[in-house]
Structure formats: C-alpha cells, structure tokens
C-alpha cells in the first residue's frame, strides 16, 4: 500500500521561508516521478515542481527561483523536500504531494497516489 505524508506547512510571513517534506512508503519502483501540487479553495490544484528518479526538475514559473526540489532515499523510505524562499501571499495554499510512473507530467491525472497535504499561509 503506497502512502505518502506531508509535513512542514505553517504560518510564516512573506519573505521568510518553510521548508515541506513528503514521505512516500509502499512505492516499489526505482524509476518515478514525484511531484508538489498546490490549491486554494474554489481552484484547480497547480503544479508547484516536479523531480525524476533520475534527480532533474520542472518547477512552475511562479516558483523558479524561490523554491528548490530535492529527494532522498532512507531504507525503504522516499523523501521528497520542498525548500520554499521569499514567499508571497499568493504562495498560500495547499501544499499535496504526489507520486507516479518515471513519464509523469505536470498534470494531475500522470499521478496515480496523493497524499492529504499540508496547510501554508503566507501573511504579508
């Protein structure tokens, strides 16, 4: 059974950082695609960064030099980790972590597991 938990979100102001981390178990494939989603109530969850089994990374122009993808593997544990900088209100949302085939894609439907998320809000 894959599941996958996301901890890290919070309260903080703008400019000031957080950083996410999800933890994906069950997952019994070396070649995959991880990604962070984002969403605010009454939108359509948005791509926020994608990263490959083989390390390479898509991030979402809204978010390309703020944020920093980055994984890792302990036992038989994946751990994905979103480093978010400079953050800005309209950074609130919803942050969910998602799992699927190496040929995943920015959209929703590539992934085929999700977690529930965690909460970040961005005060200015």
């Known amino acids: 059974q894959v599941q996958l938990v996301e901890s890290g979100g919070g309260p903080v102001q703008a400019e000031g950082s957080l950083r996410l981390s999800c933890a994906v178990s069950?997952?019994?494939?070396?070649?995959?695609?991880m990604a962070w989603f984002r969403q605010v109530p009454g939108k359509e969850r948005e791509v926020v960064a994608r990263i490959r089994s083989t390390g390479s990374t898509t991030y979402a122009a809204s978010v390309k030099g703020r944020f920093t993808l980055s994984k890792d593997n302990v036992k038989d544990t994946l751990f994905m980790y979103l480093q978010m900088n400079s953050l800005k209100p309209e950074d609130t949302s919803l942050y969910i972590c998602?799992?699927?085939?190496?040929?995943?894609?920015?959209?929703?439907?590539?992934?085929?597991?999700w977690g529930h998320g965690t909460q970040v809000t961005v005060s200015s």
């Open positions: 069950g997952y019994d494939s070396n070649r995959y695609s």
């Open positions: 998602a799992i699927g085939g190496w040929y995943a894609t920015l959209t929703t439907g590539s992934y085929s597991f």
